[in-house]
């Protein structure tokens, strides 16, 4: 009864291979801050979003197992059922503080913030305008919500404000929706002009935070940066990342937060987060709050690499080394894992067609000289064969 269905998947996985474009899992064991073991070797990882090592911090360990042994492994329900230990409230509202908002909500990833997000707040009425280079979940929220959804070119504000001018009329109400770092490219978005932009066509700015709350603008994200602090009504981020655990989250109104939480159906229908996931973030956020310079490291030797390269200065932890094709970006990466550094090769449809890279990614652990040294095998080994 299969046969067509087995038929279908060979060829389709056929063709990826054929364009060095299926993916594979690769058992990947951390035992460590910054080290992995892969393939039987123990690797220096540049791959990695734990930007402050805090999943592997003692401090945020005692209290994620202290979490478990107190209300169990796992939230039991939704968080409208029976879902809503008492954590809860406690970071939300440091979440709060923490992004200068009124209030906070808490997901169970980021993917779900931004598919919830998105619907509960825009309708088939509306429209949507996203930065071209956003991340997929925006996207996907986005159509969930069957407005008129405008893509404008990468963090070009003219074109946004083209695209506004000439249908937001049409619409009773517009959303503006961006990566606040992008994953792919390490850039900023330029949160003030999008206020702006925002201001002046009556639209809501919503951010996405992922790459940029505990690592930028002094550790409490994009909107802080370059005059934008204040000025974003809809700071949505994950605590996956530089927080080191698991969720998402939206940092906004007191009356928004009380739609989502009314509205939004990927925070109504799924089970809250367990408990030492919340325990974790709590602690994460309180030693990024009391420690701005740790924060501050990735970002620095983000930006030791890029000088030891000549590159344009680092934004953010992340620097994307663009090569082009899929062929050479994969046998970059092998290389790179010969020499004992885990940096991945990103490829289609994650990135656009010919901009396949290596994603390079740094945190508060690596040690200076492992930043030169992967500077110098990538000038020696990759740029130079390049040019």
């Not at 279908?8 to 990826?16: E, H, P, R, S």
């Not at 094709?325 to 289609?348: H, K, N, Y």
Request: aromatic share 6%; charged share 20%.
């Amino acid at each position: 009864m299969s046969r067509s269905l087995d038929q279908f998947v060979d060829g389709k996985l056929k063709a990826l291979e054929q364009r060095n474009l299926r993916r594979v899992l690769a058992e990947t064991e951390r035992v460590g801050p910054i080290k992995v073991m892969r393939g039987g070797r123990r690797l220096i990882s540049f791959s990695c979003n734990d930007y402050l090592n805090l999943s592997q911090h003692p401090e945020i360990k005692r209290a994620a197992i202290a979490a478990t042994e107190r209300y169990g492994v796992g939230a039991g329900a939704s968080r409208l059922v029976t879902g809503n230990h008492p954590l809860f409230k406690t970071l939300e509202e440091k979440l709060a503080r923490l992004k200068g908002a009124e209030a906070a909500c808490v997901f169970g990833s980021g993917y779900l913030a931004n598919t919830g997000i998105i619907p509960a707040l825009v309708g088939a009425d509306d429209m949507v305008a996203v930065d071209e280079l956003s991340h997929a979940c925006i996207f996907a929220g986005s159509r969930l919500t069957k407005a008129a959804l405008h893509v404008f070119r990468h963090n070009d504000i003219g074109h946004l404000r083209e695209i506004l001018a000439t249908h937001r009329a049409r619409h009773p109400r517009a959303l503006i929706v961006t990566d606040g770092v992008f994953s792919m490219d390490g850039d900023l978005a330029p949160i003030a002009a999008l206020a702006d932009a925002a201001d002046a066509f009556d639209a809501w700015l919503m951010t996405d935070d992922a790459h940029g709350i505990g690592v930028i603008g002094g550790g409490r994200g994009s909107s802080f940066v370059d005059g934008g602090a204040h000025r974003v009504p809809l700071q949505m981020g994950t605590l996956s990342k530089a927080i080191g655990g698991y969720g998402g989250y939206l940092c906004a109104g007191r009356s928004v937060i009380d739609l989502i939480r009314t509205r939004s159906r990927t925070f109504i229908y799924s089970t809250g987060l367990p408990p030492a996931s919340v325990a974790a973030a709590i602690a994460a956020i309180e030693l990024i709050e009391r420690d701005p310079d740790y924060a501050a490291l990735p970002l620095a030797k983000a930006r030791a690499f890029t000088r030891a390269l000549g590159l344009p200065e680092a934004q953010s932890p992340i620097v994307p080394i663009v090569l082009g094709g899929e062929t050479r970006t994969l046998a970059a990466s092998r290389l790179l894992e010969d020499e004992g550094f885990l940096v991945i090769a990103i490829r289609p449809p994650t990135v656009p067609a010919g901009t396949a890279r290596l994603r390079v990614t740094f945190t508060a652990a690596h040690d200076d000289a492992d930043v030169r040294r992967l500077a110098d095998v990538i000038r020696a080994r990759i740029l130079t064969e390049a040019a």
